[in-house]
């Protein structure tokens, strides 16, 4: 079995047809699904969604392409949301300078308002980064260093020196689809050498479908194709990076229910 710990099924894509996405998600062998949300108006949806699927659990946060729309979501509104006991997460958020869709001082100050709100309710952060990572970093380091909290760097396609800054935080990787795409070398030659016990799968579909499935929209099942392709890359069965990753989620996201004890 395997976990997609980072999807967007209520994402234009694949709420079309949700119910089949998730049952092809099911034949794969995805144990397991971790629905993000971006926005607080996604927030009962993504939320509604877990509560009728079992093997379906929930984020809530706010991206920082929508810092600007949400200057409303504080701290006490993230830990009041994250009470459900479908909640297992705090996120996405984090700072993406490439789009800079929201300014950037506002994403700074979100992304910290929910490293808050991961440290009160104990959940995990789940950080988005890109074009971003010496901030990312410096927030992170002196957030931890107000009070320690854990976490995973999502879609992974920093540098390998910010892999290592994140890992001695203790803070985990999450690989997507991207490191099976013929230009991504480098990501490769660092996804090779992260602990394994640090390491997590992930589609964030409906983005970024991985070989053979590049041109589709992405869905949970096709985790399945980046695991194998990961396992290879690191010398690696299947099998094993399967049950090492699925390991990983249940102890990084500690309040979700094992399927084998659901």
Known sequence: MLVDSHCHLNYKGLVEHQAEVIERARAAGIGTMLNISTREWEWDDVIGLAER???????????????????????ARLVKAAENPRVIGIGETG???????SD?????SSFRAHIAAARET???????TRDAEEDTANILTEEMERGSFHGVIHCFTASADFAEKALALGLYIS????????????????????????????????FLAPVPHR??????AFVADTARFLADLRGESLEDLALQTTNNFFALFSKCVAPATA
């Open 215 to 220: 041109g589709k929209p992405c869905e949970p």
């Open 53 to 75: 699927e079992s093997d379906v659990w929930a984020s809530v946060g706010i991206h920082p392409h929508e810092a600007d729309e949400h200057p409303h979501i504080d701290t």
């Open 122 to 128: 104990g959940l995990p952060l789940i950080v988005h």
């Open 175 to 206: 690989i997507s689809g991207i490191v099976t795409f013929r230009n991504a070398a480098d990501l490769q030659a660092t996804a090779r050498d992260i602990p394994g016990r640090r390491l997590l799968v992930e589609t964030d579909s409906p």
């Open 104 to 108: 950037r001082d506002r994403q700074r």
């Open 95 to 101: 700072l993406d300078y490439y789009y800079d869709h």
